[in-house]
């Protein structure tokens, strides 16, 4: 199953993800999305790869599940 | 103009008719694209639907471009030869203005490709080939003006201030509804009406004036022949 | 093998006297790591559940094995001593008792990933510590690893990983959220960046051994691990606890004072909080063991309203990059001032921002920020309530409790070591 992953680094809040993929996004109170559940379920994944291509910041990804998850950055040493 | 044989091919209606329409549909394109900057209020239209308004426009404009160049280079009037679509200089005809042309489809074409792989290549480079799209726009006006030889007919006069109004407003409302100073915003807006207005001056005695075929580059031997 | 009894502490500061110690004293003390293979350095720190002692308590032996399974090319080590946690001292205090410990262990790790540099970045607050391990680089007689230190400027943000490498590399220093040191890090090159006092006792582990090493701390985390402790009058000592030692030993305190723990990104406990000096424990109390700081709040303070503060200092910290840290450490901090206040609806905004912060950024900025505030909430609900009531306390008026966020005081000469600790909790 194919996972979302947003680039907080580069998302802007535009919010034309969570127009188009309102089943797995919404918009938190300062515009940014919030991924209610990274997986995408089949049926999705036309949607899904439309959002991906609307990000006007290409911060929205769609992911292999595969991939290894990134380590949890820790914090300041 | 004497007419020869049995009156203009399809061939070369087919070039004038897809170029004025290939700089409407750029023009629309354009103003979209500065409206997916984000000042459009999202009640009226999702900003979704203004992106991909914006990339299909894009995409019919590139079209229709292409049309135009195969009827250009397909209609043995003028003798363009392929290479004239993306090298510029290489035509007999009207070289410089017929050069500014094949500038303009390079610049698009690499547009639109970048964006084709966008999400494989780093943004920032996508971004800065993407404001090309501002050097592209005005090159093919002066292409439209220069190398048409509708210039004086007015339904391409209007159809060329329909794709101007348009770049124009999205503009306008784009520079208001910004957060750049007083300053900077008058500048900006007056720049392009000093721009504007030298394109006009120069419309109004080049490609307007009397002689201008002569004077564009035309081979003699086309001028005063007329057209098929 | 270390001349040091298996059960006994200090074992990182052991051996500081009036300045660092030189590579004979050193190795009179320790002895040398002998070579280890790639797989058996990763499998020592495995067994030995080593876990990075920056912050993010990450298991080295992840972090190992993930440049050690490389196919090819050359990697570099980075040893993170920047610390730029303002409550934290330990990393410079241990360069300036034993930078051969830190360099021991570098070069073991630059060995078995195949790297031939190692880079040290220092705190440019820390002055002595980076003189201090210059000249020990200098005692060094093997060729390679080539040590360098680099000093970096005093900012928050450039304790985290991929933010220092993206300074050391030239770049703005905030963090990336993409890049993956182990894949490209410094120089474009595989890293393998560590917390100082990390690699000192994955030294340590090499030299002593795993069971030697495992005879202190828990048997989910054995070993020992530096703290700042901060008293009443504002004065750092630098400890050197087993984990599972009972927070009362580490810092004797009048019954009821609150603990501010982990530094800026860990959390309060209430006064007589019984637990141990644990990861879990702390964790499972909503705070963390953190860059090891642990500091008193005196008594005539408020920790609410010293809480504000520290809100509003790390909402200023933050690199502004991603959204959700931006706005939400702003908000957390106005909401929480207010809350002190005593304004209506205050302490649901602050509910509602601490659940919209954790995982939001590239970075444990936002992570660690809500962390803070949320433990406050936790460890004192009836000052909470009170505040809601009656506004502001006597305390709040107070000038601020924790000069470290101002004024990063000068050196870490002037620090006391508290070598007695007890040995920990047995296993």
Redesign the interface.
């Known amino acids: 199953m194919k996972r979302l992953v947003v680039d907080p680094t580069a998302c802007a809040g535009r919010g034309l993800c969570a127009e188009l993929l309102p089943e797995l996004i919404e918009l938190d109170r300062w515009g940014f999305p919030l991924l209610r559940e990274p997986n995408v379920p089949r049926e999705l994944e036309a949607l899904a790869d439309r959002a991906v291509a609307a990000c006007p910041k290409a911060a929205l990804r769609l992911q292999a599940s595969a991939q290894p998850k990134l380590p949890r950055r820790p914090p300041v040493s | 103009m004497v007419a020869l044989g049995g009156g203009p091919s399809l061939l070369w209606y087919l070039t004038r008719g897809t170029g004025t329409a290939a700089l409407i549909a750029l023009g629309a394109a354009l103003a979209l694209g500065v409206a997916n900057l984000g000042a459009w209020p999202a009640s009226r239209l999702p900003a979704f639907v203004v992106d991909e308004l914006h990339r299909y426009l894009a995409a019919v404009a590139l079209l229709l471009l292409a049309v135009h160049i195969l009827t250009a280079v397909l209609d043995p009037f003028a003798g363009i030869g392929i290479a004239a679509a993306i090298l510029p200089g290489t035509t007999s005809y009207r070289p410089l203005w017929l050069g500014l042309g094949a500038v303009a489809f390079d610049l698009l074409a690499l547009i639109y490709l970048s964006s084709r792989i966008r999400l494989l290549i780093p943004y920032p480079l996508w971004k800065r080939i993407h404001l090309l799209a501002w050097l592209a726009y005005p090159v093919a006006l002066l292409h439209a003006f220069g190398s048409g030889s509708d210039v004086r007919f007015p339904w391409f006069l209007l159809a060329a201030l329909c794709s101007l109004a348009l770049v124009g407003l999205a503009c306008l409302q784009r520079i208001a509804t910004s957060r750049l100073s007083a300053d900077l915003r008058l500048g900006l807006i007056g720049g392009f009406a000093v721009a504007l207005l030298l394109f006009a001056i120069w419309a109004v005695q080049g490609p307007l004036a009397a002689n201008w075929a002569k004077r564009a580059g035309t081979p003699a031997q086309l001028i005063g022949g007329g057209r098929r | 093998m270390t001349t040091l009894q298996p059960g006994s502490l200090p074992r990182l500061l052991a051996g500081w006297g009036e300045g660092p110690l030189t590579l004979g004293a050193h190795r009179s003390l320790h002895g040398a790591p002998r070579r280890h293979a790639p797989a058996e350095l990763v499998e020592l720190a495995r067994a030995a559940s080593l876990r ?1 002692r ?5 298991p080295l032996a ?2 190992l094995s ?1 440049l050690v399974g490389r196919r090819r090319g050359e990697a570099a080590v980075l040893l ?6 303002p409550f934290s001292y330990k ?1 410079a205090a241990l360069l300036g008792a034993n930078p051969h410990l830190v360099l021991d262990g570098a070069a073991l790790a630059a060995r078995a990933v195949g790297a031939r540099e190692v880079v040290i970045a220092v705190g440019s607050r820390h002055r002595a510590a980076a003189l201090a391990v210059g000249r020990a680089i200098g005692e060094r007689p093997e060729p390679l690893p080539r040590f360098t230190v680099h000093t970096v400027p005093n900012r ?2 450039l ?4 933010a220092l490498i993206a300074h050391l590399n030239g770049k703005r220093g ?5 890049a ?1 040191p182990y894949r490209r890090g410094l120089h474009g090159q595989p890293t393998l960046v560590a ?1 100082a006092e990390t690699i000192a006792q994955l030294a340590l582990l090499a030299i002593g051994g795993s069971d030697w090493f495992s005879a202190i701390g828990e048997a989910e985390e054995p070993g020992s691990a530096l703290l700042t402790v901060w008293s009443e009058d504002g004065r750092p000592a630098i400890s050197e606890v087993a984990f599972g030692t009972p927070l009362h030993q580490i810092i004797p305190v009048k019954p009821g004072t609150p603990l501010l723990v982990g530094g800026l ?1 860990g959390g309060w406990l209430p006064g007589g909080w019984p637990g141990p000096w644990s990861r879990e424990a702390l964790a499972r109390a909503g705070a963390a063991v ?2 090891g700081a642990v500091a008193t709040l005196p008594a005539d303070r408020c920790p609410l309203a010293e809480t504000a503060r520290i809100l509003a200092w790390l909402a200023g910290q933050g690199a502004g ?5 931006r ?2 450490t702003r908000d957390l901090a106005l909401a929480f001032g207010q809350l002190c206040a005593g304004e209506r609806g205050a302490l649901e905004l602050v509910e ?1 921002v601490i659940a ?1 912060l954790p995982g ?6 936002p ?2 920020t809500a962390r803070l505030a949320a433990s406050a909430l936790r460890a004192f609900p009836e000052l909470v309530k009170r505040h809601g009531r009656h506004g502001p306390c006597p305390g709040c008026a107070t000038p601020p409790a924790f000069h470290q966020l101002s004024t990063f005081p000068a050196e870490a000469d002037g620090l006391a070591r508290q070598t007695e600790a007890p040995v920990g909790a047995g296993r």
């Open positions: 990075g920056g912050g993010g308590g990450f992840v972090k993930a993170n001593a920047v610390e730029a946690d990393d928050y943000l304790g985290q990983e991929s905030v963090p990336s959220f993409l993956a917390n990104a953190g860059c990059q991603c959204g959700p840290c706005f939400g509602e919209l939001r950024g590239a970075c444990s900025h992570d660690g």
